[in-house]
């Protein structure tokens, strides 16, 4: 093999970044007939990808991206079929908290704006959402209902795309750093860190998947777009008897629940913890944790006797727009980026679709993100 | 929680046992503010714990040396002023060595320069089939039973495994009135032979040694070398033990038949692995040293870790045995005086080279020990395929290796596609022997690594991190862009 490096190294399509959004887009360029090879720092999946909450919810999705995760939901329920293994994602009714006045308008507000984007979401009393939900305090006074919600065990996303790459003959390169790339007339050259003793990979496309690390993976190819880290904390229960059979969420966002069939119940919501994306998730912030778990606890009493099993933290990214960012990269030809997308594990895999689409030439199936608008744009609060 | 700013302090030492419990006595002299945390209900650790609260020695027995030695140091301890704070957990440890604690009064946190952590070891089990029955139990639980508690683990018992606790606990067991149905022990005469220089300095452990023996010949108890445990199956009120002859690895021979042996407990250890739980949440430098107990915080010989103010003592920093854990407590103890401008460079450096030399002899056998008591890759090539390894999440042999063959390259890989070491024990029970069966497929125990540490060290409820509260006391950041 070593004697025949360039039929060994040519491919129609390098992606760098083996999360949900990498994985999906080489699935569906493999599939579409390509050679492609799927290269990862790490393992894959075990940022964002293989850490987040795993909800599969249209009440905590920016309203313009409702149309692209109702496809994606769609594809998560459907795993089995286009990934061969599933993630264990399971359809129940979500709900969305008011306890207050003020989260009651909010509730209303942001159901109106979502069901404008095709979302099936209702605002129902509390009586109601009891009914739905026994275990909610009793302190509810409104709550938004959406029958497409569900969840998934996201920690075997790596798992299932790892298995449908292999069977349509992506080749899987992990725990191997990238250190740039050459790009020129005749393609592009994906450079390895000297420590993994690999040749360059000779590519007719690149297509950068690299979640928070997409900043730097632009900055290789001379393209500067900032992209914002937030460390979302995560903390997840031991098993406990059932304690409820929706997913809940709060008004403002920031709290999500669900309880797995093993019966842990997972807490999270994007409160933030330390770290950044040198380091990665360093540790939980205190008194974030305090104030995660008061909620938790508060919009369902019975959790409040439940014990911690284990906290942790992901890192996931915002442009500065809040919106994704998938297209060409600006001024540099056969280069894509995929990434960014709010609540990004519900819509990924489509993400990784429609940014195959475009790359094999086909018309997406919905409109992509175009990178360049963000070329300039200052990010809110820097 | 939130609201009290953690409470200043100059070190912290957590657990209790010879090494936290030396060092914090060392460290008070040299004028440092000491915690001492632990969470059993007093001092001594495993191998000098002490009665229970409440109970008395029975008048007429004579107390082990271990036990005088234990009464010795809590005599000290409580003389000593030193602020103790028993049946206390630490849940977790942040970045700044912060400590939070849950003990009877709820949840409190402590803020200190330095940061001692001196948790020992947990045991190592090498899973067979039946090894998560009631009643079968580590050679460290025994122990438990037998010193703290004067109770038998069962009325005939097979003791089995590997290292000195073997001879102890069947010794105990005798001595104490029960019956031992078979001794199994992985090692052979000659590998205990080995030993032997190391114990040029300790004539009394030579002498414990040859009694424990004498006192199993007398009373008749088949001590097969070179055997492991098969499988365990309950029958009837007891169990069937098939004990397998094993190779120089600890691998089953298949070709031999197995002895069979009736009894109603099984204690089985297979050596012990240092607790790292803390320094790996602490992301301090590790390295893997099998013949120390396996992935142990990468410290110097006073046991200052890659982090800042970050120290290891005892046999959680690697196995050299109870006797070599105070000294080596002592030595951090130095360490930290000097490091926060306790102790001059000069007199660190003499009270650091008398502390070597105390430290040398015991350490030197008790490291012997720990090679006997090391993981024997022969036996975890011979765990059956649908055998429970992690048994907080019942993932079996047979999954694991599924998920190698899948492509898991990692420990945390595997956690994730098998659930392995998620339970609320963390990984403590399981994660050496998932490592190496990992590791038999990827290539070496440094390659898959080991899991990362995660809060919560021990589970705590959300009721007791979150306080009493009302709505409006949650600070609810702003609402997620819509």
């Known amino acids: 093999m070593s004697g025949n490096t360039h039929s060994s190294t040519a491919f129609d399509a390098v992606v760098i970044g083996g999360g949900v959004m990498g994985c999906s887009t080489a699935l569906h360029l493999a599939q579409g007939g390509m050679r492609v090879a799927l290269v990862d720092r790490g393992p894959l999946c075990r940022e964002a990808s293989g850490v987040n909450a795993g909800t599969l919810t249209l009440h905590m999705t920016r309203a313009a991206l409702v149309p692209y995760a109702m496809r994606a939901w769609k594809m998560w329920m459907d795993a089995e079929k286009w990934l061969g293994t599933g993630v264990l994602a399971t359809h129940v009714p979500g709900l969305t908290l008011a306890f207050t006045e003020a989260e009651c308008e909010l509730v209303e507000l942001r159901a109106k704006a979502r069901r404008e984007y095709g979302a099936p979401i209702e605002v129902i009393s509390p009586a109601r959402a009891r009914e739905i939900e026994p275990g909610v305090h009793p302190g509810l006074m409104k709550a938004g209902y959406c029958d497409i919600d569900g969840f998934a065990s996201a920690y075997l996303t790596g798992r299932a795309f790892r298995h449908a790459l292999t069977i349509a003959g992506v080749e899987v390169i992990e725990n191997t750093p990238v250190a740039g790339i050459d790009s020129g007339d005749a393609g592009h050259l994906i450079r390895f860190d000297g420590l993994t003793n690999r040749p360059p990979l000779q590519a007719a496309r690149v297509v950068l998947a690299g979640g928070v690390w997409i900043e730097n993976m632009l900055a290789w190819l001379g393209v500067q777009i900032p992209i914002k880290v937030l460390v979302n904390q995560l903390i997840i229960t031991e098993r406990v008897r059932p304690v409820m059979r929706t997913v809940l969420s709060v008004a403002n966002g920031l709290l999500s629940l669900k309880q797995f069939a093993n019966g842990t119940v997972l807490i999270g919501g994007g409160w933030q913890g330390e770290g950044d994306r040198e380091r990665g998730g360093i540790e939980a912030r205190p008194q974030n944790l305090v104030g995660n778990m008061r909620l938790a606890a508060y919009a369902l009493p019975a959790l409040s006797e439940a014990r911690i099993a284990r906290i942790w933290l992901g890192l996931e990214a915002e442009t500065a727009d809040a919106m994704p960012i998938i297209g060409d990269v600006p001024g540099v030809p056969g280069a894509y980026v995929v990434g960014s997308a709010h609540s990004g594990y519900t819509s990924g895999p489509f993400m990784g679709r429609i940014m195959a689409q475009y790359i094999l030439g086909q018309q997406p199936e919905m409109p992509l993100f175009d990178p360049a608008r963000l070329l300039g744009m200052p990010m809110p609060g820097a | ?461 959300l009721a007791e991190v979150a306080g009493d509260y009302t709505y409006a006391d949650i600070p609810i950041p702003k609402a997620a862009p819509l």
């Open chain 2, 1 to 461: 929680m939130a609201e009290a700013p953690p409470c200043p302090i100059d070190l912290l030492v957590i657990g209790a046992g010879p090494a936290g419990a030396r060092a914090a006595l060392r460290a008070q002299a040299y004028g440092l503010d000491v915690l001492l945390v632990d969470e059993n209900p007093d001092a001594g650790g495993q191998v000098w714990r002490p009665l229970p609260p409440g109970f008395a020695r029975a008048a007429g027995i004579q107390p082990s040396s271990e036990a005088v030695q234990g009464d010795a140091l809590r005599a000290k301890l409580r003389g000593s002023g030193i602020r103790c704070l028993f049946d206390h957990k630490v849940w977790n440890v942040g970045s700044s060595l912060r400590t939070d604690l849950i003990g009877p009064e709820g949840v409190t946190s402590w803020q200190p320069r330095a940061l001692l952590v001196a948790t020992g070891t947990t045991e190592r089990v090498v899973p067979f089939i039946g090894w998560t029955l009631p009643g079968v139990v580590g050679l460290a639980a025994a122990t438990i039973l037998l010193k703290s508690q004067n109770m038998l683990p069962g009325r005939r018992t097979v003791v089995a495994g590997s290292g000195p606790l073997l001879l102890a606990v069947a010794s105990g067991i005798l001595k104490a009135g029960g019956e031992v149905a078979a001794v199994l022990d992985l090692a052979t005469r000659s590998d205990w032979l080995q030993t032997l220089p190391s114990l040029a300095g300790r004539p009394d452990l030579l002498w414990q040694g040859v009694q424990w023996q004498a006192r199993l010949r007398k009373a008749g108890v088949p001590l097969l070398y070179r055997h492991g445990i098969a499988s365990v199956d309950a029958v009837g009120g007891g169990f069937r033990v098939h004990a397998q002859p094993v190779d120089r690895t600890g691998a089953h021979v298949a070709r031999t038949a197995p002895s069979i042996f009736e009894a109603d407990a099984v204690a089985v250890g297979h050596g012990l692995v240092p607790g790292t739980d803390i320094t790996r949440l602490l992301r301090a430098r590790h390295r893997y040293e099998a013949t120390r107990g396996g992935w142990i915080a990468d410290a110097d010989a006073q046991g200052r870790t890659s982090v800042a103010g970050l120290y290891v003592a005892g046999d959680g920093a690697g196995i050299a045995g109870a006797a070599a854990a105070g000294a080596h407590g002592e030595l951090a103890a130095v360490a930290c005086a000097h490091d926060l401008g306790r102790l001059t460079a000069e007199a660190h450096a003499r009270e650091r080279d008398y502390l070597l030399k105390q430290w040398y002899k015991p350490a030197r056998f008790g490291r012997a020990m720990a090679g006997l008591m090391a993981l024997r890759e022969g036996a975890v090539a011979s765990i059956a395929p649908d055998t429970v390894v992690c048994r907080c999440e019942d993932v079996t042999r047979a999954e694991i290796d599924a998920a190698a063959r899948d492509g898991a390259l990692d420990m945390n890989q595997l956690k994730a596609w098998t659930r392995c070491g998620m339970g609320p024990c963390q990984g403590r029970t399981c994660g050496d022997v998932a490592g190496a069966l990992l590791a038999a497929h990827v290539g070496s125990r440094e390659a898959v690594g080991c899991f990362t540490g995660r809060a919560p060290l021990r589970p705590v409820s």
